[in-house]
Every structure is written in C-alpha cells, then in structure tokens.
C-alpha cells in the first residue's frame, strides 16, 4: 500500500503558514513527522530540553491517535497541522476513532496505577507542553509549547 502524504509547506525558516500532514495510521510515519518537526524546531533554534519535550509529547500524541483513536488500521488517517514561530511551536493531531475523555483517565502517579499503561501519554504532554486542549469528543489534540530560552 503506498503511503499517501499530504503537505503543504513553507520553507523552515518562514512557517506564517502551517504545515499540514496526512498519515496512516504507521509509526514509522510518525516518526518521520516526528524528525521533520525537530529539524523545525532546530532551525528556529529552540533550545534543546524545549525539543526534547516536544518530541517525547508530540510520540505521545501520534502514538495515541494510531494505537487508540485509528486501532492501528491503516486505512484510517492520522492529520496533523502545526506551526513554527520565533517563540511558540503549535500542532493539532486528529484520528478518525470515536475519541475519548481525557479527564476520565485514571491518575497515573496513584499507587493502585504505577503499573499501568493508561494516562501516562497524557500526563506527559501535560507536563512538557505549554497548554494541551482536546476536542469535544477527543479525538483531536492541540498542543503548544512557548519557547524556554535559545539553544
């Protein structure tokens, strides 16, 4: 099956646009919209441990939505939108799955939940990102992260 990608983009160094992606549901394709948004980051020089977390939600993100919203079916798509400026990075991540309640998730730092999986992706992007929202129905993400300081 070919993978079909969607992009519109401006070059790295002038995003006044965002870049949209069209994936299916494939980590390896996720990683690769993972390494295009780092070397974004990298060339607007944002620092290091900004990068570093953006990357490990950004995973969290794209994992979620291809593991739990699209059920790893590579029919389904995963769209991803986001933007780079001087000071702030933004991405909005959407599956096709029935979504879910993020504030139904059970707490993962509770002792009777050290041991499992579920809430952990999502108190990570909580953690490393400036402001993390989701949709009504939660099957999309927006994720923002200001800038810490220079690399």
């Known amino acids: 099956m070919a993978i079909q990608v969607e992009k ?4 790295m160094m002038d995003q006044r646009r965002p870049c949209h992606i069209l994936i299916p549901s494939d980590p390896g394709e996720a990683r690769r919209v993972q390494e295009e948004i780092e070397a974004a980051l990298k060339a607007h020089q944002f620092a290091e441990h900004d990068i570093f977390g953006v990357r490990l939600a ?3 993100a794209l994992i979620n939505a291809i593991k739990h ?3 790893m079916e590579r029919g389904k798509q995963v769209r991803i939108t986001y933007q780079v400026h001087a ?5 909005h991540i959407e599956d096709e799955g029935p979504g879910f309640d993020p504030n139904a998730l059970p707490d993962p730092t509770a002792e ?3 041991e499992r999986p579920c809430g952990r ?3 990570l992007m909580r953690h490393f990102m400036t402001e993390v929202s989701f949709n009504d129905c939660g099957n999309s993400v927006t994720m923002c992260k200001q800038r810490n300081g220079r690399a």
């Open 87 to 91: 000071d702030t990075f933004t991405v």
């Open 112 to 114: 009777e939940n050290l």
């Open 69 to 71: 919203g699209n059920r």
């Open 121 to 123: 992706g999502v108190m």
């Open 58 to 60: 950004l995973e969290e």
């Open 8 to 11: 519109e983009s401006q070059p």
